[in-house]
């Protein structure tokens, strides 16, 4: 496919399109709690899977440390979580939902739950299943792909 036209409407073209359109979608769900999209999920881990170390908080989300510090640095001056040092491990920091968090957090709409509904709802099952499967073809074609070139950058 080398014609513009056709790039514009490529399988890979709507994937990015749903992926800003659905973004815009959970910013505009969140924006009148005062809240974003990393910040919702930096507290759906605190909520779901509890008190979380920073470092692997960000692993989980693939946030860059830099990132996450800000957004951490956020939900602390805003009080909806703490930071401690870790028991173990004195260098790294504990994160949890307090009070107010948790308060927030139930009287939240599910901005993924929303978009999963407004895009699928009524959709068929196995027009969706064959969309999951080549998606996921996709991306570990190309994670596969940025892997041998790291690996090959990394063997000269």
């Given at each position: 496919?080398?014609?513009?036209?056709?790039?514009?409407?490529?399988?890979?073209?709507?994937?990015?399109?749903?992926?800003?359109?659905s973004r815009a979608l959970i910013e505009s769900t969140l924006?009148?709690?005062?809240?974003?999209?990393?910040?919702?999920?930096?507290?759906?881990?605190?909520?779901?899977?509890?008190?979380?170390?920073?470092?692997?908080?960000?692993?989980?989300?693939?946030?860059?440390?830099?990132?996450?510090?800000?957004?951490?640095?956020?939900?602390?001056?805003?009080?909806?979580?703490?930071?401690?040092?870790?028991?173990?491990?004195?260098?790294?920091?504990?994160?949890?939902?307090?009070?107010?968090?948790?308060?927030?957090?139930?009287?939240?709409?599910?901005?993924?739950?929303?978009?999963?509904?407004?895009?699928?709802?009524?959709?068929?099952?196995?027009?969706?299943?064959?969309?999951?499967?080549?998606?996921?073809?996709?991306?570990?074609?190309?994670e596969d792909h940025l892997a041998a070139q790291d690996a090959?950058?990394?063997?000269?």
């Open positions: 496919m080398t014609d513009e036209a056709d790039q514009h409407d490529s399988v890979g073209a709507w994937a990015k399109k749903y992926h800003l359109t924006r009148e709690h005062d809240l974003g999209p990393t910040q919702w999920y930096v507290l759906h881990q605190l909520v779901h899977g509890g008190p979380t170390l920073q470092r692997d908080l960000g692993q989980l989300l693939r946030i860059e440390r830099a990132t996450l510090s800000g957004i951490v640095a956020t939900l602390l001056r805003k009080g909806l979580i703490t930071q401690t040092p870790d028991a173990v491990d004195q260098r790294q920091r504990l994160l949890s939902i307090t009070e107010a968090g948790r308060n927030l957090w139930t009287g939240l709409p599910d901005p993924v739950a929303l978009t999963l509904a407004v895009s699928f709802d009524g959709a068929d099952e196995s027009d969706l299943a064959v969309t999951r499967r080549v998606l996921q073809d996709a991306v570990r074609r190309i090959a950058g990394r063997g000269r």
